[in-house]
C-alpha cells in the first residue's frame, strides 16, 4: 500500500465537527470530535469514536451517557476551545454556558443543535479509538443552520 494514498484518501471522507459532553457523578468534561455517523433508523442509534486514552474516555465508560453539541459555521473557536485535553486545559466548561442534559451531559447553550445518548455497545478492540454506540435518547434544535464541517474548519484528523 501506498501510506501517502491511504492517508490523502481517508482524510478526504467528509465529516461534521462537533462538540461531545461527558458526565460521570456531577463532574462535567467536553471534547471536539468528528468521527460520527449514524448507524440505525430504529433505535435510532449513532456511532462515535472515541480515543481510548482520553479523560472523555473513561467517563463514557462508567457513566454510559454523552451528548453531541453540533455547531454552526461559525463557531470554529468554540471547537478549537474543546481540543486541549481536559488533564492540560482543567475544567474546560468553566466559561462556557452550558446546562445539564436529561443524561446529565452537558449541552452548550450556545450550540445549534443537540442530542444526547445512552451507551448501548462499546467496540473495537484494536483500534485507538474506541467505537461507541449511543442510542439517542433527547434532542432539541435551537438554531436551523449550515453545521460546522471539517473541512469549513482546515483542519485534519484522520489518515
Ligand atoms: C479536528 C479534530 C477532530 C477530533 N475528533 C475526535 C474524535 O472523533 N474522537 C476523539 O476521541 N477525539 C477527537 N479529537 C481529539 C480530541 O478532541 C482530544 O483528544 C481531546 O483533547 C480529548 O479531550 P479529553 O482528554 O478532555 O477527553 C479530535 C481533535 C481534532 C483537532
Known amino acids: 500500500m501506498d501510506p501517502q494514498a491511504k492517508k490523502t484518501v481517508l482524510r478526504k471522507i467528509p465529516h461534521g465537527v462537533y462538540v461531545v459532553g461527558v458526565a460521570q457523578d456531577g463532574v462535567l468534561n467536553a471534547f471536539t470530535a468528528t ?4 448507524v440505525s433508523f430504529t433505535p435510532a442509534l449513532v456511532a462515535l469514536c472515541v480515543r481510548k486514552d482520553s479523560h472523555s474516555f473513561a467517563m463514557v465508560q462508567a457513566s454510559r451517557v454523552f451528548s453531541v ?4 459555521k461559525q463557531q470554529k473557536l468554540l471547537a478549537e476551545h474543546f481540543v486541549k485535553p481536559a488533564a492540560a486545559a482543567g475544567e474546560k466548561l468553566k466559561g462556557v454556558p452550558h446546562r445539564p442534559g436529561k443524561t446529565g451531559a452537558p449541552i452548550l447553550e450556545e450550540a445549534m443543535a443537540h442530542f444526547e445518548c445512552e451507551v448501548r455497545e462499546i467496540a473495537n478492540i484494536h483500534g485507538d479509538h474506541a467505537l461507541v454506540i449511543g442510542e439517542v435518547i433527547d434532542a432539541g434544535v435551537q438554531r436551523d443552520e449550515p453545521a460546522l464541517t471539517l473541512m469549513d474548519t482546515g483542519w ?3 489518515g
Open 69 to 72: 453539541n453540533l455547531l454552526g
Open 156 to 158: 485534519h484528523y484522520g
Open 35 to 38: 468521527w460520527l455517523t449514524q
